[in-house]
């Protein structure tokens, strides 16, 4: 039934379409004119009924294809701005130890680190930089921050820089303020231990330690550390005291090497 029906629909648009198509021509009517008009307009309401169901396909197709394009562009412009950013942070890293070679007179390059010591109970960074540099064992770094360590080997184009965090590193320190003199000590950790220093002097957190030079290794006045931890530790004559070094090695990319 639904079939017949449909049929009747059919044959009435194309009634409908010849006795439209008669009455705009005026004319008599001619057979072949008049199934053409009818083909036509056959084919102008099939086009109308595929296009209503194509169109919204074809928009969701063209609207997701832009939606890569965008989500394509804008990932391209965030890789681009973070190297941007990136490339900023080096500068002005690099802009400070520039900094540090205008005013330090014992400056011999600028070095990077390229690696960290394979040894995962030392301290150590590996410098790309070495003797062809200027670079010799003993020689002192530092950053912006302060010191971070000294120079425990070199070669022609590397070197390595055993950090001031090292159990085996040491060097001779005193109070900004009261100059009262200690030895600071690496413990394999953030924090070094400042040794030596007697109960009766007054020690207090936020306290800030610099080089002294009279280990005849490091050049005087270089900033170390702050306190962060004062004990007094049963009958010892010592107090204990833990310092927390200005430079986050965890943190270094460039370094300063200076000289004694």
């Known amino acids: 039934?639904?079939?017949?029906?449909?049929?009747?629909?059919?044959?009435?648009?194309?009634?409908?379409?010849?006795?439209?198509?008669?009455?705009?021509?005026?004319?008599?009517?001619?057979?072949?004119?008049?199934?053409?008009?009818?083909?036509?307009?056959?084919?102008?309401?099939?086009?109308?009924?595929?296009?209503s169901f194509t169109s919204p396909l074809k928009r969701m197709l063209i609207r997701e294809e832009e939606n890569v394009q965008l989500k394509t562009a804008i990932d391209k412009l965030m890789r681009e701005q973070q190297r941007m950013h990136e490339v900023?942070?080096?500068?002005?890293?690099?802009?400070?130890?520039?900094?540090?070679?205008?005013?330090?007179?014992?400056?011999?390059?600028?070095?990077?680190?390229?690696?960290?010591?394979?040894d995962i109970w030392s301290n150590t960074l590996v410098l790309d930089k070495g003797l062809f540099s200027g670079i010799m064992k003993d020689m002192t770094a530092i950053t912006q921050n302060g010191l971070v360590g000294k120079i425990s080997e070199a070669s022609s184009s590397y070197s390595h820089l055993l950090l001031l965090t090292d159990i085996n590193f040491s060097a001779a320190v005193r109070f900004q303020e009261s100059r009262k003199e200690g030895i600071i000590s690496g413990t394999g950790f953030r924090k070094c231990q400042l040794k030596y220093i007697p109960y009766e002097e007054e020690v207090k957190k936020g306290d800030i330690l610099i080089t002294s030079g009279l280990d005849s290794l490091f050049p005087s006045g270089i900033p170390v550390g702050y306190v962060s931890i004062v004990e007094k530790k049963g009958t010892g004559i010592f107090q204990y005291i833990e310092v927390t070094p200005f430079e986050d090695n965890t943190k270094t990319e460039e370094v300063a090497i200076i000289k004694r």
């Open 1 to 51: 039934m639904p079939k017949k029906r449909l049929l009747l629909f059919l044959f009435l648009i194309i009634l409908s379409i010849g006795v439209m198509t008669y009455q705009n021509n005026r004319v008599h009517l001619r057979p072949f004119q008049f199934f053409s008009n009818v083909l036509d307009g056959v084919h102008a309401i099939v086009n109308s009924i595929t296009d």
């Open 88 to 118: 900023f942070l080096e500068n002005k890293r690099l802009r400070e130890l520039l900094s540090l070679k205008e005013k330090e007179h014992r400056y011999v390059t600028a070095a990077r680190v390229i690696a960290r010591g394979a």
